[in-house]
């Protein structure tokens, strides 16, 4: 599936629509999806991850409403920066677990339901990328499996960053292992690249991939000593990736070490 051009908002599935923002890097992939949430003939929408604090793109998202309500998937700027620009252009409350983040409204929870513009938002806890780190699944009057918006939980493309040390390995794969549960055929709305038309699939190749990078890992404790830093073990590991994303490597590592040594 391709990304729409900038700008651009393009339907999803028949709830969901998608806003690339411009912000493009090797850790945003083409930039952040901000999701704009709507049953068929409502006016309203729930924005999902307006993005950075770039305000040709939230007056693009303010356009594309009126905005009933913004929710956050986690606190990265990428993410959440914008946030506050769009409630002042919009006058919607922000929903987010990290109370910080929160705005006119009460902060969301594990299990939590949330309900806008005819549809229905359930959260799930899924931390590991950050702390905060949150997914929902979405239902409404639309035929087939609710979607699941996934945040930086698992991408449209590739896999993604422990952002230790507020990100942490046991409780992501724990995560991984929720997301892969559920029906066969639940569709990905990720924070960043493309949909992914099967969650339990993605998830268990997250899952595997895992596995094999502390593997990886524990052979290099083995070889490099106790005390390995985690830049000496992603030149050995991460050999073969850009070192563009080396930074991004030492923070997964870290977290892969405290895991171990724990």
Not at 42 to 60: A, F, S, Y
Not at 80 to 97: C, F, H, M, N
Not at 116 to 132: C, F, I, K, M, Q
Not at 145 to 150: A, I, S
Request: proline share 9%; charged share 20%; with cysteine.
């Amino acid at each position: 599936m391709s990304h729409p051009a900038y700008g651009e908002l393009r339907p999803v599935t028949p709830l969901a629509s998608v806003l690339l923002a411009e912000n493009p890097s090797p850790m945003t992939l083409e930039g952040t999806n901000t999701w704009l949430l709507r049953a068929p003939e409502q006016q309203e929408c729930i924005v999902v991850d307006p993005g950075e604090h770039e305000e040709e793109h939230l007056r693009r998202v303010a356009a594309a409403g009126p905005v009933a309500l913004i929710i956050l998937t986690h606190r990265h700027f990428d993410h959440a920066g914008g946030a506050k620009r769009l409630a002042e252009l919009t006058g919607a409350p922000v929903r987010a677990l990290d109370r910080s983040l929160v705005l006119g409204s009460e902060a969301l929870g594990d299990g939590d339901v949330v309900e806008a513009a005819g549809v229905e938002l359930r959260v799930v806890g899924t931390p590991g990328h950050t702390s905060d780190s949150l997914s929902f699944l979405l239902d409404g009057p639309a035929p087939g499996r609710p979607p699941v918006l996934t945040g930086d939980t698992i991408l449209g493309r590739g896999t993604t960053v422990i952002a230790h040390p507020d990100g942490t390995l046991g409780p992501y794969l724990d995560s991984l292992r929720k997301l892969a549960q559920l029906p066969e055929g639940t569709t990905v709305l990720p924070g960043h690249g493309p949909e992914l038309p099967d969650a339990p699939a993605v998830a268990a190749a997250y899952l595997a991939h895992r596995q094999e990078r502390l593997e990886q890992v524990r052979e290099a404790l083995r070889t490099l000593g106790p005390d390995v830093t985690p830049r000496q073990v992603v030149e050995v590991v991460y050999a073969d990736v850009d070192r563009i994303l080396w930074p991004a490597a030492d923070m997964s590592v870290a977290a892969q070490l405290e895991y171990l040594r724990a």
